[in-house]
């Protein structure tokens, strides 16, 4: 490999420019993984070179590679940036995201990919067929953010034979404007199918949330739905075993070679395969050069949080989230685990969306970067995207006193359908013991499964 050099005017940069696209990646991947190694071990001036190397290469509107390593690049800098918190909130003291871009945002990602949409299918689904015959229905939504999910259910449940039930949303989110609108939505087209209905909002954070607030009552039939929710209380695990043991929490930043499976198919996963081999000597993750983490005493973790639904008896709870394995313990484990699946979520949209799509830019930059970046850059209660695989929740569900409701052959066949006239012969569905992946090639991206309390 072609040696690190602060100087940007060396005649490598010429070498850098004309290298082919696989070789580009390739020499992309060598440099990230060798700065995220120089930023664990608090080798700034060393990180700092690779960075500038880093930048000669990448690009937000390149191929796959060059876009994704434009955002990892972005997240170690980030991280060496925290350090100095001073610096740091003063770069970050004018960022403004406004509500609406916020709202765009979500909307492009959700016409952009399939997941949402066979994660709604397959949770009314379950909810429908959990509610069979029931009167009153009460629905908790952990992230009411979006009304189309419960528009598609009030028309289900209108044309029930035995007449619509009545049907109230518990609908959660942080911003009240959000509740507003969502709450607008779904009276409007309960009053125009004539269900009797009741929006039921709660301005919160989920970690801070008020169960009185909820207002479940005896003699409704409950549901809870949660899409790409709980991962985050995984935060304030993190926090209480720090407390209790904060050896716990250091682990080797070594790469695990065995661990390393291709991502697919593509061109991306082989280049990250083929780097690996070459082998790695990563220095340990220390706790000194992390940034500073935060303690949240009043923050609810993932065991009381699952403890508090569990009390609240739910016929059913369907759950979505990221099937990936981003809450390693080490800055390494995660930069390599995100490249990987990062990189099959940039394929997807290699495969159907052109470069040049400025659609394709921002969900690239406000929703994907801004994961990389949480993924790398934090640490503690600030690191909220902790996605981690579903025989992860199999096991807290199970400790939490929730059995498994395998998904309905119905509610299957139908997401398949969606997801084999979505366009894109990359993306595939497998049933994993009753649940449902989601996949991009052989890789699984995101897991919908349904529980109910056990007595």
């Known amino acids: 490999m072609m040696s690190l050099s602060p100087s940007l005017s060396s005649p490598n940069n010429l070498l850098l420019r004309e290298m082919k696209s696989e070789e580009r990646g390739l020499y992309l991947i060598h440099l990230l993984l060798t700065c995220a190694n120089h930023v664990a071990a608090g080798n700034l001036e060393n990180a700092n070179a690779t960075l500038e190397q880093i930048s000669l290469l990448a690009s937000p509107d390149g191929d796959t590679m060059q876009r994704i390593a434009a955002y990892f690049m972005e997240s170690l800098a980030d991280r060496i940036l925290k350090t100095w918190p001073g610096i740091h909130r003063a770069l970050n003291s004018t960022k403004v995201t406004m509500l609406s871009e916020e709202i765009l945002v979500q909307k492009l990602f959700f016409e952009l990919f399939p997941f949402l949409k066979v994660a709604y299918v397959l949770t009314n689904q379950a909810i429908i067929e959990a509610m069979e015959g029931e009167k009153v229905i009460h629905i908790i939504d952990l992230n009411a953010a979006e009304a189309t999910q419960w528009i598609a259910l009030l028309q289900v449940l209108s044309a029930r034979p035995e007449g619509p039930p009545h049907l ?265 013991n009753g649940c449902v992946l989601i996949c991009w090639q052989d890789r699984p991206m995101f897991s919908i499964s349904a529980w109910r309390s056990r007595k």
């Open 168 to 432: 109230k949303i518990t609908g959660i989110h942080q911003k009240k404007e959000i509740l507003d609108q969502v709450a607008h939505r779904l009276t409007e087209e309960a009053e125009k199918l004539d269900i009797p209905f009741q929006f039921n909002p709660v301005v919160s954070k989920l970690e801070n949330l008020d169960f009185d607030k909820l207002r479940v009552k005896t003699g409704e039939a409950l549901a809870i739905s949660s899409i790409l929710q709980l991962h985050s209380l995984l935060a304030f695990d993190d926090e209480a075993l720090r407390r209790k043991s904060p050896r716990l929490l250091k682990g080797s930043n070594g790469i695990h070679m065995q661990r390393v499976l291709p991502l697919s198919q593509t061109t991306l996963g082989d280049m990250l395969e083929k780097d690996m081999v070459n082998g790695y000597t990563p220095s340990p993750d220390s706790t000194s050069s992390s940034p500073a983490s935060f303690t949240t005493s009043n923050s609810m973790n993932m065991e009381s949080f699952l403890n508090a639904l569990w009390g609240l008896s739910p016929k059913v709870m369907a759950v979505t989230e990221q099937d990936c394995n981003h809450n390693g313990p080490t800055l390494m484990d995660r930069l390599l685990e995100a490249l990987y699946s990062y990189a099959a979520l940039f394929d997807c949209l290699e495969s159907t969306v052109s470069r040049s799509s400025l659609e394709r830019l921002r969900v690239e930059k406000m929703i994907f970067g801004e994961e990389i970046k949480n993924i790398i850059a934090c640490e503690g209660p600030d690191r909220k995207e902790r996605h981690e695989k579903l025989e992860k929740w199999f096991q807290r569900f199970d400790q939490a006193g929730f059995g498994n409701v395998p998904l309905s052959y119905y509610g299957m066949m139908q997401a398949r359908r969606f997801v084999q006239s979505y366009g894109s012969e990359g993306y595939r569905m497998r049933d994993e």
